[in-house]
């Protein structure tokens, strides 16, 4: 089992859709966990963290079950400009090592 | 947040040479992450480098195959040596700020890199 699985997708959503994504990670330990959007051919931009009580960013919304070991990434009235892949990063262990999941890819369509 | 300025952007290279990827930061951090996205992959840590002491490497990842230098708190470099098709890929330094709202890590641009 990898340690931070995502649905690769890709999600192919019209404009105004309510998109969510999730991510499931292996290490009940895990200590923080993060969101990252990634352009096509561009660097990882952070998102948002995300944090046990969930949190809301305009039309973003994380939210963290650890019980369930799994994030989420719900992204409503979608734009296009939303268009990107959808890096799920999570952090573990005394090293502190990022895990980042393989990304899901969002289309929004005009 | 740290802004990181990463060159070359893109090189393409021939099979057996060695390219050296810069990273700049305009504040001082304790470590700086290199890191590898094949296409159509996620990222992959190679290597974390210390100021002050050698980098510590990530399994399948080798000193003498990807050398990294750490001279001072801003800079650092990543030599890709010895290259072949297989190391086409993109590479992107990293820094962790753990500023207010909790730790975060800000990537440079990039450097996409192919091997012919």
């Known amino acids: 089992r990898k340690e931070v699985e995502q649905d690769p997708g890709p999600f192919n959503v019209p404009e105004g859709a309510t998109v969510a994504f999730n991510c499931t990670y292996s290490?009940?330990?895990?200590?923080?966990f993060f969101w990252y959007r990634q352009d096509c051919r561009k660097e990882p931009k952070l998102l948002m963290s995300v944090y046990s009580s969930g949190n809301e960013d305009g039309r973003f919304t994380a939210q963290l079950n650890r019980a369930s070991q799994y994030i989420s990434l719900l992204i409503r009235d979608s734009k296009l400009s939303d268009s990107a892949t959808y890096l799920c990063?999570?952090?573990?262990?005394?090293?502190?090592?990022?895990?980042f999941g393989s990304g899901t890819q969002l289309t929004v369509l005009p | 947040s740290a802004v990181i300025s990463q060159k070359p952007s893109r090189d393409i290279c021939q099979r057996g040479t060695s390219l050296t990827i810069q990273c700049q930061v305009d504040s001082q951090v304790t470590m700086m992450f290199w890191y590898r996205q094949q296409p159509g992959q996620s990222l992959t840590l190679i290597a974390t480098a210390n100021q002050g002491s050698e980098a510590t490497y990530e399994s399948g990842f080798v000193i003498d195959k990807f050398p990294i230098s750490r001279p001072n708190l801003t800079f650092s470099t990543l030599t890709v040596s010895n290259m072949s098709p297989e190391d086409s890929s993109i590479y992107l330094c990293?820094?962790?700020?753990?500023?207010?709202?909790?730790?975060?890590?800000?990537f440079g641009s990039g450097t996409q890199l192919s091997v012919l």
């Open positions: 990063v999570v952090l573990s262990g005394s090293a502190r090592q990022l895990t």
């Open positions: 290490n009940s330990a895990s200590q923080s």
């Open positions: 990293s820094v962790e700020d753990r500023g207010t709202g909790g730790e975060k890590l800000f």
